[in-house]
């Protein structure tokens, strides 16, 4: 064994030098040997100082160069991958802001409930999905809209019949709410008796009988229940995961996860499986635990990093749990809930910031949006300057005041568009006609200063950057409603929703420096279309096709 690794580094050694001088040999204004050229393309590049471009090269993992065709071509060697641009159009590979991808790798091969129209069909696809699987085992996923027949609350009942043999607890398209049938609650030992939970709601039936509904921290009751998957679901999970986003042109992901969801991705890293670039957070209670892995082992590499803490303030708009200042228009006496007590967020915070570690919160009512960012406030001032980069999830609904303090605090406003088009449908009936001015909010929001990390919040939402561009400039609601944008008010350019969906969310995460844009020195990551989206008309955006996605230099996906 030892002898053949001698002769290993023998080989190695003069190898590796080969490479350097080769390197060193076709050194030109690159500093390296160009590996794959884009030409005569159309290239938003995202860098202000030079922002448009026909032509790029790469050398490694790498952009050495970006310049006209004639300037990009005199670097091409034989060992250079040429590939025509005809036209299209090229930007930085997406990065999204928030997702949560595990859930979403496991939600690809679910019973799939996002588009069923009524209470029928909603039945029916269960059904179908029941008779495939093992008897025994979970149905979990779903991502179920009970806003798409009028609003009324599946129960346990509706299906009970048709789901005798497997467990079932499927969610709500926004995570916070979740329906568990009968089977599910037997084994979950739920019965009348079973007490109310802080922040979180057992729905009732008349008699005090659960209805299979649970919302927020009350889903602890069956999520605990659920068996683990094993290993092995997990790493197919990711795998399928980063296929399926790499579709759709993404190359970087922002997770928002548990610990446990890290440990898979190291294993993928470890066994160089990555091909999507991850950024993982981890529950912000858990900050000491992550303090302690930042010191021993940094902040990650270019492939999978961690150092945000991710915490939560409220529920959501769809769930009534969202804290507003006022109540909701279609429940007077309700105005949401706080899943976490004000001292809690603040000492985590407080903490988590002086240990040096980013801090993101989930915040989507006005008065969470408030209370949080008078947390950063504070926190700011108690624990002095330094670049922190807080970032508050969703920041959904505003009052005025505070979209001026994102600008004034430097709060990032992680956001997600197509929550906008598709909550656009029903928000006004929850929240009335005034509070719907400030929601998602964009325009005011970039006008105040703030930066904008755009995202999509999968599984919640479709992980499809082209749909969020499209959200975030037309506004026009999933019904077809509002052909000149819910809110048009607050439509932004397609430029700057480039921007949040590339140079800025490479910000949020701590990462401008090494890609989010396309210039000598940054990261391969980047993303062909079959046009320009910032020459066509926006509404045409939805259909626009990714042709390519290339991730360190790495063509990822083809079409
Ligand atoms: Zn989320």
Not at 312 to 328: M, R
Request: charged share 20%.
């Amino acid at each position: 064994m030892k002898k053949h690794l001698f002769w290993f580094r023998y080989l190695i050694i003069p190898t590796m030098l080969l490479l350097f001088l080769s390197c060193i040999a076709n050194k030109n204004a690159t500093g390296g040997q160009v590996t794959m050229v884009i030409l005569d393309a159309t290239i938003w590049t995202g860098d202000a100082a030079a922002p448009k471009a026909e032509a790029l090269a790469v050398c490694g993992d790498k952009i050495v160069a970006v310049g006209t065709t004639e300037q990009i071509k005199k670097l091409i060697t034989d060992s250079t991958t040429v590939i025509d641009g005809f036209g299209k159009f090229v930007t930085p590979g997406f990065i999204d802001s928030h997702l949560h991808f595990l859930t979403g790798g496991f939600q690809l091969a679910s019973v799939q409930l996002r588009d069923a129209q009524t209470p029928a069909e909603f039945i029916q696809r269960i059904k179908k999905y029941a008779e495939a699987v093992e008897p025994g085992s979970w149905i979990t996923g779903g991502n179920w809209n009970h806003k798409l027949w009028g609003g009324d609350m599946p129960c346990h009942d509706w299906i009970d019949s048709v789901t005798t043999n497997n467990p079932v607890w499927i969610n709500r398209l926004d995570g916070h709410m979740a329906l568990a049938n009968s089977l599910a609650m037997k084994i979950a030992r739920i019965t009348k008796d079973i007490k109310d939970i802080d922040g979180g709601t057992i729905v009732r039936d008349a008699a005090g009988f659960p209805t299979g509904i649970f919302k927020d921290n009350a889903m602890y009751l069956i999520d605990r229940a659920v068996p683990e998957p094993s290993d092995e679901m997990k790493d197919r999970a990711i795998q399928a995961a980063m296929s399926y986003v790499a579709e759709h042109g993404v190359t970087s992901i922002q997770h928002m996860g548990g610990w446990d969801d890290l440990v898979v991705f190291e294993r993928a890293h470890k066994n160089g499986k990555l091909k999507t670039r991850l950024s993982a957070a981890v529950p912000l209670s858990t900050w000491k635990e992550l303090k302690a892995k930042v010191a021993k082992e940094g902040n990650g590499d270019v492939w999978l990093r961690f150092g945000g803490l991710k915490g939560y303030a409220d529920g959501s708009l769809g769930s009534h749990t969202a804290a507003f200042f006022q109540p909701f228009t279609d429940a007077p006496k309700d105005s949401g809930l706080l899943v976490n007590s004000f001292e809690d967020l603040y000492s985590w915070t407080k903490n988590a910031d002086q240990a040096g570690l980013q801090v993101i919160v989930h915040a989507i009512g006005d008065r969470a949006n408030h209370l949080m960012l008078n947390i950063f406030e504070s926190v700011s001032k108690e624990n002095g300057e330094r670049d922190r980069r807080f970032r508050i999830e969703h920041a959904q609904h505003l009052s005025a005041n505070d979209i001026l303090r994102f600008g004034q605090l430097h709060v990032i406003a992680s956001m997600q568009p197509y929550h906008a088009i598709d909550d656009g449908c029903w928000a006004e009936n929850v929240i009335g006609a005034e509070r719907i001015r400030t929601t998602y909010a964009f325009r005011s929001l970039l006008d105040c200063g703030a930066k904008l990390a755009l995202g999509s919040d999968w599984y919640v939402a479709p992980p499809i950057p082209l749909q969020g561009i499209y959200a975030a400039v037309t506004r026009r609601t999933l019904d077809g409603k509002n052909p000149n944008g819910w809110v048009p008010d607050q439509k932004i350019t397609v430029t700057e929703a480039l921007r949040a969906y590339t140079t800025d969310a490479a910000f949020a995460s701590f990462e401008e420096n090494v890609k989010g844009a396309l210039k000598p020195g940054l990261l391969a990551d980047f993303v062909m279309m079959d046009r320009d989206i910032t020459a066509i008309p926006p509404e045409k955006i939805w259909n626009v096709q990714i042709l390519m996605t290339v991730v360190g230099g790495k063509v990822i996906y083809k079409k």
